[in-house]
C-alpha cells in the first residue's frame, strides 16, 4: 500500500510539514511527480474544472504548466483538523505573449489514512501584474 507520510491525524507541525511537501512538488512543474502525492481516485475541482484520478491530474498539469510559464508557488497553512487541511497560495506565471499574472486563492484538502490526497477543491482568481510587481523571484531547480 502506498504511504505519504505525514500521515492524519495532522498536528499543526505534521500539516505545515505537509505544505511545504505540497509546494516543494508543485514548483518543480512535474505534472507525474505531482500526481504521486494524491489517491489513485482523487477528487479534483481546480477553478472551473472538475475531474478525478491520477491521469487526469496529470493531464490538466500538463496543460496547466504549458499555459502558465515560469510558475512560482507559495503556500502557507490556513487551518487543520483530523484528516483535512486548508491552505492560502499565491503564484506567479506568465503566458506566451509575457503577460505576468498573480494568482491567489484558497485550497481545501482530505487525506486518506495513508495520507495521500483524495480530494482537493482549489479556488482561484488571477490578477494581471507588470514584470516589475512580481514577488516570487527564485530559481528554477530541477
Known sequence: METRPP???????????????????????????????????????????FFSGRPAIVEFLTRKWQRELDYRLRKSLWAFTGNRIAVRFEYEFH????????????????????????????????VPITAIERKFLWKRTE
Open 95 to 126: 503566458d506566451t505573449a509575457g503577460q505576468w499574472y498573480r494568482a491567489h486563492g484558497n485550497e481545501m484538502w482530505e487525506f486518506a489514512d495513508n495520507g495521500l490526497m483524495r480530494r482537493r477543491y482549489a479556488s482561484i482568481n488571477d
Open 7 to 49: 500521515l492524519p491525524p495532522f498536528t499543526e507541525e505534521t500539516a505545515r510539514q505537509k505544505v511545504q511537501a505540497a509546494e516543494n512538488a508543485w514548483n518543480t512543474r512535474d505534472p507525474e511527480r505531482v500526481a504521486l502525492a494524491y489517491t489513485a481516485d482523487s477528487e479534483w475541482r481546480n477553478r472551473d474544472e
